[in-house]
């Protein structure tokens, strides 16, 4: 199959898909639908973030800024580069550590206030590199479009968390008997009390079974960047970003599922298996999102890099997936027909970005356009089809990325 | 300059950066002329009412939409996040989307 053909069936399939929504009398699609997906972070401008690099800007305030690609050629996403991404205004500009107390609240015996000083020396110094990513990423590339943040594929990023178990501060306060979830609430407070704060939850079983979540103060060795939730944030390894709650300030033990807006009705999927429904269409039955699908990426070269023909070509990217690890990363150059084993770079644990690169030689001249899928240890991998669900999540679709030969 | 770098000065340097080393203040950058709206019917009552939340980049980004997409959105920002909105500057506000962002 040509490139050609490759582009002119997709085209197809997006109108249909369009047409199959504007019957079913769900939102129009906006015109040039299928150019606009085609990159979500066109025309938005760099920006230079306290503490941060150029990022891709998503949204002002609360403040919303996307990595670009170009920085997961490497297992390790920079401080500096990690993506942001707040839900309610004002966020904290400001911590005094003097003051600044994570408060540990509700069904337990012994209520804590613990400083930076306390979660650093009355705990064991814990690590996990982990992915954090948004539960959103992509989303701008649905199709038929959905409302929501329209980030590309930059809301995630991939750091060495060092912190406190948070079973070892929760086994500090006593969880009383009859204890359901824990909540989890940061700085960030809304600009009216109607507006719901963002706090989120985890079931306390989750927590006393999971010696990888932590309170982490130490992002890549150093303390996390003000954006990026300083002095401590939640550390839910192989989970979306949603419950990574930053600047985090309250722990408070509850005996019922907390089921206030950013877990009910916010940040649901569809309760199946997929997280998915027919395109356009409404979820029925909806469940908290949790764990990340596989996910793989090519980041370099950049996109439309000119390459000679005969010349071998370093593909060069990361794969990841929810918590049970890389075990294999596939290249094909031939629309998927074929797919041939890409190297993998060195394991990190099973939460982390894996490396991978492999090399490809462009047989003959004019656009070219090469794939990547992954698939992790229980032999989960990515669709050639996109899955589709209301709120823009879950999405795992096998990636490409289109070079010009010669 | 020499003199300026005695042992009494390093010594309140130090202290700054341990002070500074304890603390943390940002910056907060102003909203991005990115997010600026089109102008239009509207748009004065639209922005005010806005961005007391947010920037505006949080409309022009979204999927263009009809009467009945925008009106699901001022409808889920005053029922769902509590924004006090009348329902008279709603009307105008879904109005005005619907007519600068529509499709």
Not at chain 1, 96 to 104: E, H, P, V, Y
Request: some cysteine; aromatic content about 8%.
């Amino acid at each position: 199959m040509t490139i050609d053909d490759l582009s002119r069936r997709e085209a197809s399939k997006r109108i249909a898909r369009l047409g199959a929504l504007l019957a079913a009398g769900g939102l129009a699609a906006p015109r040039g639908v299928a150019l606009a997906q085609d990159d979500p972070v066109a025309g938005r401008p760099l920006v230079r973030y306290p503490e941060k690099t150029d990022l891709i800007l998503l949204t002002s305030r609360p403040p919303q800024l996307e990595t670009p690609m170009k920085y997961f050629d490497r297992a390790i996403t920079p401080n500096e580069a990690f993506f942001v991404r707040y839900h309610v205004f004002p966020i904290p500009l400001e911590v005094d550590l003097a003051t600044w107390r994570l408060r540990i609240t509700g069904r337990v015996d012994r209520p804590l206030e613990l400083s930076l000083d306390d979660l650093k020396t009355k705990f064991p110094r814990a690590a996990v590199t982990a992915v954090n990513q948004c539960s959103g990423n992509s989303r701008g590339r649905f199709s038929p479009r959905v409302l929501g943040g329209q980030w590309g594929d930059g809301a995630m990023g991939n750091a060495e968390w060092m912190g406190a178990r948070l079973k070892d501060i929760l086994t500090a306060a006593g969880v009383r008997q009859g204890a359901v979830q824990a909540t989890f609430d940061g700085l960030d407070k809304p600009a009216f009390p109607s507006v719901p704060d963002f706090v989120k939850s985890l079931d306390i079983t989750r927590i006393m079974d999971d010696p990888d979540i932590l309170v982490a103060y130490q992002m890549n060795g150093a303390p996390l960047p003000m954006l990026n939730g300083y002095p401590a944030r939640l550390v839910v390894p192989g989970w979306y970003a949603t419950y990574w709650v930053k600047n985090l300030s309250e722990i408070e033990v509850v005996d019922q599922v907390f089921e206030k807006f950013w877990m009910k009705p916010g940040y649901r999927i569809p309760d199946n298996a997929c997280g998915c429904v027919p395109p356009g269409t409404v979820a029925g039955r909806t469940v908290p999102i949790t764990r990340m699908t596989v996910r793989s990426f090519i980041a370099s070269p950049a996109p439309g890099t000119r390459v000679a023909v005969g010349r071998p070509v370093t593909l060069k990217g990361i794969a990841f997936d929810g918590g049970y690890g890389i075990q294999e990363v596939q290249v094909s150059a031939d629309g998927g027909t074929t797919w041939r084993r890409a190297d993998l770079g060195g394991d990190l644990g099973r939460y982390s970005f894996r490396e991978w690169s492999a090399a490809w030689t462009p047989s003959q001249a004019g656009p070219a356009r090469v794939m990547v899928r992954a698939f992790n240890r229980i032999g989960e991998s990515q669709g050639r089809e996109p899955l589709w669900n209301p709120a823009g999540y879950l999405r795992n679709v096998i990636e490409h990325l289109d070079l010009q030969v010669g | 300059m020499r003199r300026m770098l005695g042992p009494g000065l390093l010594l309140m340097v130090l202290i700054a950066s341990t002070v500074a080393a304890a603390d943390k203040t940002i910056p907060m950058p102003a909203d991005h002329a990115y997010a600026a709206l089109k102008p239009g019917a509207g748009v004065e009552m639209t922005r005010q009412q806005c961005v007391s939340c947010h920037s505006t980049d949080y409309i022009v980004m979204q999927p263009r939409g009809n009467a009945k997409q925008w009106d699901g959105v001022v409808t889920k920002m005053i029922k769902v996040f509590g924004a006090p909105v009348s329902d008279q500057d709603a009307k105008t506000i879904v109005e005005y989307l619907a007519t600068q962002y529509g499709n």
